[in-house]
């Protein structure tokens, strides 16, 4: 396989919180790579199992640096990547592990002309059924991670051009990054934690970067190893759908919104209200607050396309 990358051009990102449990795998994987980072940032997200002195003792050549408290895997990787060195940023979570050739075969397609975003094909942890072969925007607005949950039978097993990939185990350029960049941000800090990595390949997409996913690339991915409560969970997803909808540029047309995701959100809500009814009545307050905000974020981009014509700049995409 050839590659006109180094190792010298890839910088890695990782970030934890409470990831004692599973650290270790994924650092361990990095070491077997065949073409391996010129080096690995640790953001340590205030951890309170030990984590931190875990990387210190087992792991000294790993750049470590701890927050007094988490402020959510954006704000870590916000403030690693402006201290990285190469041209390359790779972003990995901490319950996953690599094949040891997943860098060496996302490198193989970063020549490609236009191209800011790879990602490979993720794999449950025990490799029985498919993770993520990247992100898709649904009709609906809904982001989703394309074939998550089905048996691993060979299904998109070509490169193609995809909407977004899974910031678990994602290559970004440089360029790419400092173009998307928004003051000190590179991924949204307003979404904390989920969606993040839908948003920043929604402003590539508008922007005109290209998105490819690379299934010769195989990573293992745990899902939810920082153990993060169900009900958390489902109210930074529902929170998080919207301010992204907002600063996006979908709901701008309140006639076409409603056509295409109106009745998912209607029957989301009174789901939402009835199982989770504290939290979802806290992140409609927080949306009340937020979406002015997220929808002057927005006005940034240079090329704000319209959901229909975006549909179209995604080959392959499910749009």
Not at 15 to 33: F, V
Not at 138 to 149: E, I, P, V
Request: hydrophobic share 35%; proline share 5%.
């Amino acid at each position: 396989m050839t590659s006109s990358v180094r190792s010298s051009d890839i910088s890695l990102v990782l970030t934890t919180w409470n990831s004692r449990h599973c650290i270790g795998e994924c650092l361990e994987s990095l070491r077997r790579q065949t073409l391996p980072p010129t080096e690995i940032l640790l953001v340590d997200n205030g951890s309170e199992d030990g984590t931190a002195d875990y990387i210190r003792l087992e792991y000294p050549s790993v750049r470590l640096i701890a927050l007094p408290k988490n402020r959510g895997p954006a704000h870590a990787r916000n403030i690693a990547i402006p201290q990285t060195l190469g041209d390359q940023i790779v972003i990995l979570d901490s319950d996953v592990r690599l094949h040891p050739h997943y860098l060496e075969r996302l490198a193989s397609q970063a020549h490609r002309p236009g191209i800011g975003m790879l990602g490979g094909r993720i794999l449950s942890y025990d490799g029985s059924t498919l993770d993520s072969a990247g992100l898709i925007l649904s009709r609906s607005y809904r982001f989703l991670d394309r074939a998550h949950g089905e048996p691993d039978t060979g299904q998109h097993s070509h490169f193609e051009w995809v909407f977004g990939v899974c910031s678990c185990a994602a290559w970004y350029s440089r360029e790419c990054l400092e173009d998307l960049r928004s003051g000190e941000e590179y991924f949204d800090e307003d979404f904390f934690y989920l969606v993040e990595d839908v948003d920043l390949a929604w402003r590539a997409q508008r922007r005109g970067w290209k998105v490819g996913y690379e299934p010769r690339a195989i990573a293992y991915h745990q899902r939810n190893g920082s153990r993060l409560k169900r009900r958390q969970r489902q109210y930074l997803s529902f929170r998080n759908r919207y301010l992204m909808l907002a600063k996006n540029g979908a709901l701008e047309n309140k006639w076409e919104y409603l056509q295409r995701a109106g009745l998912y959100d209607a029957t989301r809500l009174l789901y939402m209200l009835g199982t989770n009814t504290r939290l979802t009545l806290k992140a409609l307050r927080e949306l009340r607050r937020l979406s002015p905000r997220m929808q002057e974020k927005g006005r940034f981009s240079q090329n704000p396309l319209p959901p229909k014509a975006l549909a179209r700049t995604v080959p392959g995409g499910e749009l």
